[in-house]
């Protein structure tokens, strides 16, 4: 939960709102049906074979050293553009209480208290993001129950009504196609719930917690996502929020509009925990991935380095040093620092999906051809593979006509530099 919910909901789903109107409710739901499938294939894997930096393990086991290779580094470059892009939200949200303080200044204080977090051992981490999740995960509830009283109790002449999500334009205001377009945004939205596979090396009995913790953790966003935008559009009708694209956050915005003051700065507090969770996650998931992949013989032996208490902090330290780019694009861009992180974060995140797709069908393949039971099947595969890399490619459709060319072009920019890089380090093991 921690590793998910986060930007994509609670600041991206302001841009959504914008161009689908209530059908962004269908949205979330679609790309949470791909996500939980993605989700099933890859533990199906995990469960059979818990181990350390486990998508590039398989990747490397079932595809070969080099897809190995790229998967490793792509999903790490994923938790990067995650980071950069939490941290950049972060600074929005303290924007809303002191405008006047700089948004690098926020990202930098904030960069310094996670990189502490992480340079602790693992128990400090887990205690840290379980607050964290909790804080949010119980505000999400809060503000369900509270918008539904608010909708329940609603005089005759309040705007508060189920009836504004099929009223003022309709649940589709702009047909379909302001929904479809929208789709590669949401899947921002879902980046983050691959990170249980980052935790089977070091989960107690992964056979139990992990098929637990997939099945859970979709289900429970879905519900999060879908009841809580449900709420909030209901309350206003969606076409009378003034959000200004990425710069201001619906749930806030919802419950100022209604003058409930204290609910919207209180929403506010809650979003940036939310948003700091997900930034602890992925720097977490940033340093046991690098871990992972030079343990692998994938990247420099020196990450492969713990302390006693296990905290890899030569991957950590290295990790941090590029998520500090954020704090330099918040210095010299802080308008266009978060959408841009945003779209390269889906390209990464669409690469790596269909990386954990296909090896999933390898893996199959190999377990039929043994006669191999596993413990965790994936559902419906091998159509449901089919039915994710189909998603992926109209993603990428998407993409491209929707003026996100130059992330699109990335992907195989981004391939071909891995390439290099693998050979290289290839060349110098073999002399």
């Known amino acids: 939960m921690g590793g998910a919910v986060g930007t994509g909901l609670f600041l991206g789903s302001a841009q959504v709102i914008q161009s689908a109107g209530p059908s962004i409710i269908l949205g979330y739901a679609i790309v949470g049906l791909i996500a939980f499938l993605i989700m099933r294939q890859m533990g199906e894997m995990i469960v059979e074979e818990p181990v350390a930096g486990s998508f590039s393990y398989f990747s490397q086991k079932y595809l070969g050293r080099f897809p190995g290779f790229l998967s490793g580094w792509n999903y790490w470059v994923v938790y990067i553009l995650v980071a950069m892009t939490e941290l950049t939200a972060i600074a929005k949200y303290i924007h809303y209480w002191w405008p006047h303080i700089p948004a690098w200044v926020s990202t930098l204080f904030f960069f310094i208290v996670v990189t502490g977090f992480n340079l602790g051992n693992v128990k400090f981490y887990g205690e840290s993001e379980f607050w964290l999740a909790i804080i949010k995960v119980t505000a999400v509830i809060s ?94 009708p969606w076409n009378q929020l003034d959000l200004g694209g990425l710069d201001k956050s619906p749930f806030v915005m919802i419950f100022s509009h209604l003058g409930i003051e204290w609910a919207a700065h209180l929403l506010n507090f809650i979003i940036l925990t939310a948003a700091l969770s997900v930034y602890n996650s992925g720097m977490y998931a940033n340093s046991r991935m690098l871990h992972g992949l030079a343990i692998q013989g994938n990247a420099p032996t020196i990450f492969a380095k713990v302390t006693q208490q296990g905290v890899p902090v030569p991957a950590v330290v290295f990790s941090s040093v590029l998520i500090f780019g954020c704090v330099l694009l918040n210095y010299f861009i802080p308008e266009q620092a978060l959408s841009h992180l945003m779209y390269m974060a889906v390209a990464a995140l669409v690469l790596n999906w269909a990386i954990i797709s296909f090896t999933h069908l390898k893996f199959k393949k190999i377990a039929q051809i043994e006669g191999t039971q596993t413990k965790f099947p994936a559902l419906f595969s091998p159509f449901s593979n089919y039915l994710v890399l189909t998603f992926i490619v109209m993603i990428l459709y998407i993409m491209w006509t929707q003026g996100f060319k130059e992330s699109v072009i990335l992907i195989p920019i981004w391939i071909c530099l891995m390439f290099g890089l693998f050979k290289i380090m290839t060349w110098n093991k073999s002399n």
């Open 143 to 236: 503000m369900i129950v509270f918008g539904l009283y608010l909708l329940l109790t609603a005089g005759a002449d309040s705007t508060a009504s189920f009836n504004n999500l099929w009223q003022h334009g309709g649940f589709f205001p702009h047909g379909f196609s302001g929904l479809f377009y929208m789709l590669a945004f949401l899947m921002f939205a879902f980046g983050g719930i691959e990170l249980i596979g980052m935790t089977a090396a070091e989960a107690e009995n992964p056979e139990k917690s992990i098929p637990k913790a997939i099945n859970q953790v979709i289900f429970r966003i879905l519900i999060f996502y879908i009841a809580s935008l449900a709420i909030i559009m209901s309350l206003i």
